[in-house]
C-alpha cells in the first residue's frame, strides 16, 4: 500500500515552475489557499519557506527581487492577500475561522 504524499510533496508537484522549500511548517486546511498562490507564481521563483506564524501563514521567496519592479509589485501583492486571508481559514480542515491564541481554527476545530 503505498502512502499518500506529504503537503510539501503535492504542492511541488503540482507546481514544478516554483523552487519550493521540502518541509511546509502550516496545516492542510491552508492547501487550497497556498495552491492558488503558487498557480499564479512566476517560473523561477525560489520560495524560502512556507510556514504558520502567529496563526497566519508566512511565505517567504528568496528570489523576488530578481524579477522586474512591476513583477516583484505582483508578487508581493499576491502574497500579502494569501496571509491576509489566512487569518479567516482554518488551519485544520479550510473551513471559515478566526484567528485566536496564535492559531486559526473554525468552530469545530477550537474544542
Not at 502512502?3 to 503540482?14: I, Q, Y
Not at 489557499?33 to 504558520?52: A, R, S
Not at 496571509?83 to 477550537?110: D, I, N
Request: proline fraction near 7%; charged fraction near 25%.
Amino acid at each position: 500500500m503505498e502512502e499518500d504524499p506529504t503537503f510539501g510533496e503535492k504542492l511541488v508537484a503540482r507546481h514544478p515552475h516554483l523552487k519550493l522549500p521540502s518541509y511546509i511548517e502550516c496545516g492542510d486546511g491552508w492547501f487550497d489557499l497556498l495552491d492558488t498562490l503558487c498557480g499564479i507564481m512566476p517560473p523561477g521563483l525560489i520560495v524560502g519557506q512556507i510556514k504558520q506564524k502567529f496563526g497566519g501563514l508566512r511565505y517567504y521567496t528568496d528570489n523576488a527581487t530578481d524579477f522586474a519592479p512591476s513583477m516583484q509589485s505582483e508578487i508581493h501583492g499576491a502574497i500579502r492577500l494569501a496571509e491576509t486571508l489566512s487569518f479567516r481559514v482554518c488551519e485544520v480542515c479550510g473551513g471559515p475561522a478566526k484567528s485566536k491564541g496564535g492559531q486559526t481554527l473554525c468552530p469545530e476545530h477550537t474544542k
